[in-house]
């Protein structure tokens, strides 16, 4: 595919937390007009996988040349195999590039559980077939839960976020090639999708346990078909940095990470 440069420019850093969890539900929604300005200054930004004790998994795809075992950078000791993908520069660092045969896929490890938040930085650079799907991470198991899918049901789209018990598919509008980061969060059982820091909208569940690792890990960019299986449903495009955090993200914290104003 051609490395096309990623512009994902709220992808290497992000604030603190704004420790109320309220969530700050006055931010515009996704069918607002957007506002893409700096994010606001009242805060030193941190490198996207700073040491924290609520970001078990942390992935920037920066490290060059990327190794096949690619280290965690969150808290958790575990790594990622890499398996036909290709590294390409982006904005703030690298980017991985993936096709038909990539494979980014992470085995079973105790310490990743509890997850209410995902992020994910990503560009699709091919559209899936009507009824298909493009998997952008997957545990396998629900419950408990830890998957997004891109799926395309004509003549819509959708996002899916599974979180613990829960998983739900929201309708998104999302262009060819674009850069785009999504963001999935479950608190009091609630699972709210954003994408570029807008709220997309939510869908009450069970999703509070959170979600875990479990025998069949985690595969990213793809379709986790278990253990000793092949992976499918392989995103072509990019993906420029993920996250998995065992805190519910606000939603001014997810605002201030799109680097939106108005926070």
């Given at each position: ?30 069918d607002a ?51 036909s993908v ?96 999504a963001a ?80």
């Amino acid at each position: 595919m051609v490395g096309v440069a990623l512009a994902l420019g709220a992808c290497q850093f992000r604030l603190p937390f704004d420790g109320d969890g309220d969530g700050d539900a006055s931010i515009p929604t996704a069918d607002a007009t957007a506002d893409t300005g700096d994010a606001p200054g009242d805060a030193a930004p941190r490198p996207l996988c700073a040491p924290d004790s609520h970001l078990p998994l942390c992935f920037t795809f920066d490290q060059s040349p990327l190794p096949a075992a690619l280290a965690n950078e969150g808290s958790a000791a575990v790594s990622a195999k890499l398996s036909s993908v290709s590294q390409i520069a982006s904005p703030y660092g690298n980017a991985v590039a993936l096709d038909a045969t990539s494979t980014i896929a992470l085995p079973f490890n105790a310490d990743v559980t509890g997850v209410l938040s995902i992020e994910i930085w990503f560009r699709i650079d091919s559209d899936v077939a009507n009824g298909a799907r493009s998997g952008l991470m997957d545990s396998n198991v629900l419950p408990p839960n830890i998957s997004m899918f891109w799926n395309r049901t004509d003549p819509t789209h959708q996002l899916s976020c599974g979180i613990g018990n829960q998983a739900a598919a929201f309708p998104v509008t999302i262009a060819i090639g674009a850069s785009t980061y999504a963001a999935c969060t479950c608190s009091g059982g609630v699972v709210t999708l954003y994408i570029d820091g807008l709220l997309v909208a939510t869908a009450g569940g069970d999703c509070g346990a959170g979600g875990a690792f479990v025998t069949d890990g985690l595969t990213i960019g793809a379709n986790n078909t278990g253990v000793g299986q092949p992976v499918n449903d392989q995103l072509v495009g990019a993906i420029d940095g993920v996250r998995l955090w065992t805190q519910a993200l606000s939603a001014r914290d997810i605002c201030i990470t799109a680097g939106r104003a108005g926070c």
